[in-house]
């Protein structure tokens, strides 16, 4: 039986989070930032239940696969992945579900272009249901140059008000983001403890390799040439400054 001062501790337990990769609107470099996520959540030692719902446009899953070649294929180490389709309002409830059932893996949710709606559509049901299994929403939000992807954020932050949510700033479309940089957008969301980063800039070369050759970020440091790999492994741990102290709240 739990007594009331141990009920008291498990309630002021700090939540795991379930990271949630979204932006909106295409080609922002959300697939990018998941695999960044997952290789550093994998990197510190955590096991990763990932959720892929881009349905047409599956470059995450492919990476992560152990031979992505030749589809389907077993997921690397230390990842189990599901596909789900966020238009149907039952994947909602089935994703809870399976959250709940792997309470040891650091939760990544990747996201397509336009699923801004769905999450709008069915966020209480993660708002409910997340703090039941002892879970919260951290948002990574991939932001480009332009303002459509500053707008939905807006929207998003609509939707889940009190959730911590980071700004990734995509340097591929930067340096600057005017419509970002000293917004309202911006003074929201790191009022509320979220903090706006310049993803490093990967050379297109290594990044045609992981989505051409289907590797993940771990399986491109064992394999591509050693100019590249010398390029991924600066990237890495210029991503580790960025995210490890997030990562490590």
């Given at each position: 039986?739990i007594?009331?001062?141990?009920?008291i501790?498990?309630?002021?337990?700090p939540?795991?989070p379930?990271?949630?990769?979204?932006?909106?609107k295409?080609?922002?470099g959300?697939s990018?930032?998941?695999?960044?996520?997952?290789?550093?959540?994998?990197?510190?030692?955590?096991?990763v239940?990932?959720?892929?719902t881009d349905?047409?446009?599956a470059?995450?899953?492919?990476?992560?696969e152990?031979?992505?070649?030749?589809?389907p294929?077993d997921?690397?180490a230390?990842?189990?992945?599901?596909a789900?389709d966020?238009e149907?309002?039952?994947?909602w409830?089935?994703?809870l579900?399976?959250?709940?059932?792997?309470?040891?893996h650091?939760?990544?949710?990747?996201?397509?272009?336009?699923?801004?709606?769905?999450?709008r559509r069915?966020g209480d049901?993660?708002?409910i249901?997340?703090?039941?299994?002892?879970?919260n929403?951290v948002?990574?939000?991939?932001?480009?140059e332009q303002r459509?992807?500053?707008?939905?954020?807006?929207?998003?932050l609509?939707?889940?008000?009190d959730?911590e949510t980071?700004?990734?700033?995509?340097s591929k479309?930067?340096?600057?983001?005017?419509?970002y940089?000293?917004?309202d957008v911006?003074?929201?969301?790191?009022s509320?403890?979220?903090?706006?980063?310049?993803l490093?800039?990967?050379?297109?070369?290594?990044v045609?390799?992981l989505?051409?050759?289907?590797?993940?970020?771990?399986?491109?440091?064992?394999?591509?040439?050693?100019g590249?790999?010398?390029l991924?492994?600066?990237?890495?741990n210029?991503?580790?400054?960025?995210?490890r102290?997030?990562?490590?709240?």
């Amino acid at each position: 039986m739990i007594n009331e001062a141990t009920a008291i501790e498990i309630e002021r337990a700090p939540l795991d989070p379930v990271y949630l990769v979204a932006g909106g609107k295409g080609g922002v470099g959300k697939s990018m930032m998941a695999l960044v996520l997952i290789d550093q959540l994998l990197w510190m030692g955590k096991k990763v239940l990932y959720f892929e719902t881009d349905t047409s446009n599956a470059d995450v899953w492919f990476c992560l696969e152990r031979d992505g070649k030749n589809a389907p294929a077993d997921p690397i180490a230390g990842v189990v992945m599901h596909a789900l389709d966020l238009e149907l309002p039952d994947s909602w409830g089935l994703m809870l579900t399976l959250i709940e059932s792997h309470p040891d893996h650091t939760v990544v949710l990747g996201t397509a272009s336009q699923s801004d709606k769905n999450i709008r559509r069915n966020g209480d049901i993660f708002k409910i249901g997340l703090p039941m299994i002892r879970r919260n929403v951290v948002t990574f939000w991939v932001i480009d140059e332009q303002r459509d992807s500053v707008m939905l954020l807006k929207d998003h932050l609509d939707v889940f008000p009190d959730a911590e949510t980071h700004v990734i700033k995509n340097s591929k479309h930067g340096p600057h983001f005017p419509y970002y940089e000293k917004s309202d957008v911006q003074a929201t969301v790191e009022s509320k403890g979220g903090v706006s980063l310049l993803l490093p800039r990967l050379p297109l070369c290594v990044v045609n390799s992981l989505y051409s050759e289907r590797l993940s970020i771990s399986q491109a440091l064992e394999t591509l040439p050693i100019g590249n790999k010398v390029l991924l492994i600066q990237f890495r741990n210029a991503c580790k400054a960025l995210l490890r102290p997030l990562l490590s709240r």
